[in-house]
């Protein structure tokens, strides 16, 4: 499990970086959002997930993932980022 945990943390990691590089890449976000709700991120999971789908104009999908993440959404920062997707298509 600890293997598994450190595998996500490092995928996790690649992944920030690599958005940080293609700011509007819809596949890197998707795989964000997986790797994030899979570490049990569920929040994190789908913000990235539904970015990824604003990035790929598919706004029904990235609805559906912005209304999830606010619905999770427990700090103000989260809620705030989860407004920001849902403003954004």
């Known amino acids: 499990m600890q293997l598994k945990r450190k595998k996500y943390k490092e995928a996790e990691a690649y992944l920030n970086q690599a958005v940080s590089h293609l700011r509007r890449n819809p596949a890197v976000y998707m795989a964000l959002g997986r790797t994030l709700g899979e ?3 569920l929040f994190g999971g789908h913000l990235n997930l539904g970015w990824g789908y604003v990035y ?3 706004y029904r999908k990235a609805r559906l993932h912005a209304d ?3 619905q999770l959404a427990k700090t103000e920062e989260q809620k705030k980022k989860a407004k920001e997707l849902r403003n954004s298509f």
């Open 68 to 70: 999830k993440a606010a």
């Open 56 to 58: 790929s104009k598919d």
């Open 39 to 41: 570490s049990g991120d």
